[in-house]
């Protein structure tokens, strides 16, 4: 965009799902490729289950070279496959949920591979906040936990006049049609809906939420629609997993006064002009 020289915006990435090593890991590799190719990207978000499977060893060792690869300032957060469930013994492939201790000995594993201090954290980019928080909850598939939501609580408090963007792995609810027996459902929007819904609704400065988890495709028709918007507030940007041979990435660009979503298919290599949405920044 011409007005880049005049840091007019600020130019985010945003992937769905990588489910490493998972399949096509070339076409993955590619997608990497594409994005250091655009000179005015500042960050790539990865909205969890950065791991295929279990959140194994080997899955984190594979998501480390991968991500390795990339020469843009890179923020994963957790999903439901890099810590909910116990690594399989031999040939069982089950999922089944872990312990408490497996849970948060994979939260670590997670940690040291991206070098981060804590698996939650904020950044502040250009006149936003920009808050990342991981799927920790011990029950829930995708769940936030209490430590985190007293986190959450205390960041949005002391930033209440500043425009804030949440990335989580699940969505919120209700903000995608039924279009499959389990949206919506307990397992797949971020949890505890109720508490979450008291914590938006009390900071009327959150306006995006960013995720992932639903697997949603560009194809689905509530992807961009006027559905995404929830409580009358916040818009969430759905994203879609990136384990299939088809692989879109969604573009944030950050304006002062407002941000603009476009949608890019990195199969065609080209943007999707019918999915472009703008959502203007709220004033405090």
Known sequence: MSDRAENAYHHLVILGDPHLP???IEFKE???AKINSWDDVEMVVAVGDICAGFGTDTEYAVAGRFFGKLDKPFFPITGNHDF???SPSGSDGRLVQGTKE??????GQFRRTFGLNNHFYSRH???YLLIFL???HSDYLAGISDQQLDWLRLELSTHAKTPTLIFFHAPLKGTLRDYRPFINTPGFIAQPAKAIHGILKGNPQVFLWLSGHTHTSPLEESYAAPINLYAGQVTTIHNKDMN???IWSNSLYLYPDRVM?????HEDNTWLPRLDRTVLTPEP
């Open 22 to 24: 998972g399949r096509n």
């Open 30 to 32: 590619q997608v990497l």
């Open 84 to 86: 909910f469930y116990q």
């Open 102 to 107: 497996s849970q948060q000995a994979k939260l």
């Open 125 to 127: 980019v250009g006149r």
């Open 134 to 136: 991981s799927a920790d």
């Open 244 to 246: 299939r041979g088809t």
């Open 261 to 265: 979503i476009k949608t890019y298919n």
